[in-house]
């Protein structure tokens, strides 16, 4: 490799690795305080436990932070070259802006290679980990996930509080159901209580003891002109579940979750079965989407170039707004195609190329177009 090459390739490849770096960094602080800071903080999850959910979401933030790295990275190198007239300078030297790209292709190649082994391997199985880590945090010890005298919404219709926890025991258990419009439609106390955790349904069970409840009408739970109900039981269990903290997954999430292997043998018994098309289209959205996603590196890679040599800027605010607005503009096209997936005969699985497709021929063009200024 010439020196001007190994000069650009080392440049690009550390910005690449700086700014993927960052970008990860945020998405994962953004991730963590969305599902974990909160039960670190009450004492729900330990801190190795919350490391180790942390390590795993590095793949799937990946697949999102190493297309945005590169195109940082190309715009920052090649602005910063430009801008000190070292894009002049080659080419007065007879070098043409291809023979100046090709180390930058060679990292996008070799980007779209590890995008591709992240999106369709290492990503799903990290997913899979990170919510068999959150079971097992729950299944070692289900009472952490009830923190005494705290309002607990955590529960999907079900407010619940405990006044204190005396062992595995509850003690002054209070509960209020809600309905759709978050009105309190039933409503339990008990003088104990203790908790078991059901893997297989995704709930914890409540056993209370020595219970009095009141109940209240259903159409409309707050008229309180009328008695409401009220009686004792010596004892009743409740359900708990658990999908607000382990995150209800839509089955099309739950496919993104599947190795590329396994995608393939759930389209080859979908097909074998004869499934209709509307049960078919979302693996294969799935599918396309890995590939597609793994291909965004050489999308941007491709209309960095130019635009890194034709804004002659070194300024990096700048050139990390104009990376910021380009994604905005490819992702908005992949959620608009996103917002098809219930329609199959528009083969949303195949628009999911748009973006790439669109991206890649506007930068062919425009690599032209200064390759000939």
Request: with cysteine; glycine share 6%; hydrophobic share 50%.
């Amino acid at each position: 490799m010439k020196i001007l090459h190994r000069h650009i390739f080392a440049s690009v490849l550390f910005s690449c690795a700086v700014a993927a770096g960052l970008f990860a960094f945020v998405l994962i602080v953004g991730n963590a305080f969305k599902d974990l800071i909160g039960y670190m903080l009450a004492g729900q999850l330990s801190g190795f436990a919350v490391m180790k959910l942390l390590v795993l979401l590095v793949p799937y933030v990946c697949v999102h932070a190493l297309p945005m790295g590169m195109l940082t990275a190309v715009l920052l190198v090649l602005g910063r070259m430009s801008s000190q007239q070292e894009i002049t300078a080659m080419r007065a030297a007879g070098l043409s802006l291809g023979y100046a790209a090709r180390p930058i292709f060679i990292i996008a190649v070799i980007g779209v290679v590890v995008g591709l082994g992240i999106n369709c391997y290492y990503m799903p199985l990290a997913r899979t980990a990170y919510r068999d880590t959150l079971s097992e945090a729950v299944r070692k010890n289900p009472l952490n996930f009830i923190v005494p005298k705290t309002f607990i919404r955590d529960f999907p219709g079900v407010v619940v509080f405990v006044n204190r926890k005396d062992g595995e025991n509850l003690k002054d258990f209070w509960l209020w159901q809600l309905d759709d419009q978050k009105r309190v439609k039933f409503f339990a106390r008990a003088q104990s209580g203790h908790v078991d955790y059901v893997e297989s349904d995704n709930k914890m069970v409540l056993t209370l003891s020595n219970v009095s409840v009141e109940t209240r009408d259903e159409k409309n739970p707050e008229d309180f002109s009328a008695p409401h109900p009220i009686g004792t039981s010596d004892q009743m269990s409740v359900d708990l579940k658990l999908d607000n903290i382990f995150g209800k997954q839509s089955f099309n999430r739950k496919l993104s979750w599947l190795t590329f292997g396994q995608l393939l043998d759930e389209r080859q018994r979908l097909e074998a079965s004869k499934a209709p098309l509307n049960q078919r289209m979302p693996v294969s959205i799935a599918l396309h989407e890995k590939i597609a996603n793994a291909f965004t590196i050489l999308a941007f890679t491709i209309i960095a170039i130019p635009l890194g040599v034709k804004i002659s800027r070194k300024e990096t605010t700048a050139n990390l707004g104009l990376a910021l607005v380009l994604a905005l503009g490819y992702y908005f096209l992949n959620v608009i195609v996103g917002w098809l997936d219930k329609q199959p005969a528009l083969r949303p699985d195949l628009l999911l190329w748009v973006a790439p497709v669109l991206t890649i021929t506007l930068g062919t063009w425009l690599f032209r177009r200064v390759g000939r200024a």
